[in-house]
């Protein structure tokens, strides 16, 4: 290998609507090589705007060249990712999200008839043994800031994106929420809903190949759950489904009777107990008590960018 070899990193940044950030904005990112806190490198940049190529950065042929970067700008949340694998031969991305400070969630294009016009199945499922949908869901944009919602969206965007061995996403099944059940609440990190237990066939499947993964003992984290797998696709804001198979019954859908479990939909901020990063990089008031849809929001999109995928719940951070 030649010692002179160096790679980049082209930096893109977008603002909490999913659009470029604008040519105003004046931001510092922080990046440093793999190499342990004592050897590595650290290169500051100073850049404005939506995108920034890094030149020059030592290329090492192994594991080194997983580099960190970190981006902050004044009136907005620091924004980070890691592994950005750089290489020779083209400029690796990083597509980062610098949401507002005090910002919170818009809704503005995630009206029911926005929803039922987007996303038909999100309000053929909520609509699902309830003449209210449309003012339920109007009243979960007032609910703790709009949290229960956007915790609602996230989980239903995600899963909708999630294909199964079947060929399916989880939402091809049978779905009942419960809305009104003090025993299954919705909450900012999670809602219950009666599936069609076929899925649990299918997200087994999943366990077997890989896609997912089993989580040994769910009764400790959720109480009553009788058998949990987790979503292995990213490194972050991996979508867990959670049975309690002893909450069953028999519903009738659209063609007929269908024998029905509970089941617990979820996301975790990181993939295992060991992944500090991005939990350090996260503002303390995103990472306190509950998940936060707000976070779970940003690092779900930039995960999905880095898989060459879009996460797009409708909703929008905005100041």
Same mark, same amino acid.
């Given at each position: ?27 510092? =990112? %922080? ?5 342990? $806190?004592? *050897? ?5 940049? /100073?850049?404005?705007?939506? @995108? ?39 400029? =690796? %991305? ?5 949401? $507002?400070? *005090? ?5 503005? /294009?995630?009206?029911?008839? @926005? ?56 939402? /091809? ?61 990213? /490194? ?84």
């Amino acid at each position: 290998m030649n010692g002179a070899e160096t790679g980049s990193i082209l930096i893109n940044i977008v603002d909490g609507t999913r659009q470029p950030i604008s040519s105003t904005v004046k931001w510092s =990112a %922080t990046i440093h090589d793999g190499r342990s $806190p004592s *050897d590595w490198r650290i290169i500051n940049v /100073d850049g404005t705007g939506s @995108a920034e190529l890094i030149k020059g950065l030592k290329y090492f042929d192994n594991f080194f060249d997983n580099y960190t970067v970190i981006v902050n700008a004044k009136g907005y949340e620091d924004a980070a990712w890691m592994p950005v694998h750089i290489s020779p031969v083209r400029p =690796a %991305t990083v597509d980062l999200m610098l949401i $507002p400070r *005090d910002g919170h969630l818009n809704f503005s /294009d995630a009206s029911w008839k @926005a929803l039922s016009s987007s996303r038909p199945r999100f309000a053929e499922i909520l609509s699902t043994a309830v003449n209210d949908a449309p003012a339920r869901y109007g009243s979960l944009m007032e609910q703790s800031e709009g949290l229960v919602l956007g915790c609602l969206l996230n989980l239903l965007t995600a899963m909708s994106l999630t294909t199964l061995p079947s060929d399916k996403s989880p939402l /091809d099944y049978f779905w009942q929420p419960i809305w009104d059940d003090l025993q299954f609440p919705m909450a900012q990190d999670r809602f219950f809903a009666y599936v069609d237990k076929a899925l649990v066939g299918d997200v087994v499947k999943a366990g077997k190949i890989g896609s997912f993964a089993e989580e040994k003992d769910p009764g400790t984290w959720h109480p009553g759950a009788t058998l949990s797998y987790k979503q292995t696709q990213f /490194d972050v804001t991996n979508v867990q489904l959670t049975f309690h198979q002893g909450n069953a019954k028999t519903i009738q859908g659209p063609d007929g009777p269908i024998d029905c479990i509970v089941v617990e939909p979820d996301i975790d901020y990181y993939r295992d107990f060991g992944t500090h990063f991005f939990m350090e990089v996260l503002p303390n008031k995103f990472t306190r008590g509950l998940t936060d849809p707000r976070a779970v929001y940003l690092l779900r999109w930039m995960a999905a960018k880095q898989a060459g995928l879009d996460f797009n719940p409708l909703y929008t951070m905005t100041v």
